[in-house]
T-cell receptor
């Protein structure tokens, strides 16, 4: 158990809908990273937050948005869902903003299926 | 900005050795290695830092060539439990951790 909690574990929804994925980082971790992993593909970086502020963005679609709340949990919002958004979404947390000296811990992921 | 890994896939017999390479077009300050088993979350293996400091796994080693912007992960006397997909991660500035496309390692008995 990495200490990072993601809910829900599975989500099935229809095209055009909106969903919210939640991530609770490990106690004491201030950074949260979001990744998308399509079937048998690599980990695509979406966005990073540190202590409530957005720190870095990857190839995140405009239909996707995220935020980190004062209690440090984070939410990833996906709207106008398309079939191609079906994937495993991971969040990871870390103590610091930069990872030069510490590792990231991954949650178990949320498997999103868009039908 | 994504690092490039090679090979894409490796199939070994138990007890054989493997090397997985990771290279970047950007200057590297650190390289991270993770392993992901099918259907599970990636798990941290090792960090290699500029200047040679290394933290990591007791049975897997790695090297980091800062000048060539490359890292290699060495798995010796592989065990069945080593099977999975290995990802290297780099931080190309702005504190984001980006991963290579992964190397799928299959260990057969």
């Amino acid at each position: 158990d990495s200490g990072v909690t993601q809910t829900p574990k599975h989500l099935i929804t229809a095209t055009g809908q909106r969903v919210t994925l939640r991530c609770s980082p490990r106690s004491g971790d201030l950074s949260v990273y979001w990744y998308q992993q399509s079937l048998d593909q690599g980990l695509q970086f979406l966005i990073q937050y540190y202590n409530g502020e957005e720190r870095a963005k990857g190839n995140i679609l405009e239909r996707f948005s995220a935020q980190q709340f004062p209690d440090l949990h984070s939410e990833l919002n996906l709207s106008s869902l398309e079939l191609g958004d079906s994937a495993l979404y991971f969040c990871a947390s870390a103590r610091t903003a930069g990872l030069g000296f510490t590792e990231a811990f991954f949650g178990q992921g949320t498997r999103l299926t868009v039908v | 900005q994504q690092p490039v890994q090679s090979p894409q896939a490796v199939i070994l017999r138990e007890g054989e050795d493997a090397v997985i390479n990771c290279s970047s077009s950007k200057a590297l300050y650190s390289v991270h290695w993770y392993r992901q088993k099918h259907g599970e979350a990636p798990v941290f293996l090792m960090i290699l830092l500029k200047g040679g400091e290394q933290k990591g796994h007791e049975k897997i080693s790695a090297s980091f060539n800062e000048k060539k912007q490359q890292s290699s992960l060495y798995l010796t006397a592989s065990q069945l439990s080593y099977s999975g997909t290995y990802f290297c991660g780099t931080e190309p500035g702005a504190q984001k951790l980006v991963f290579g496309q992964g190397t799928r390692l299959t260990i057969n008995p």
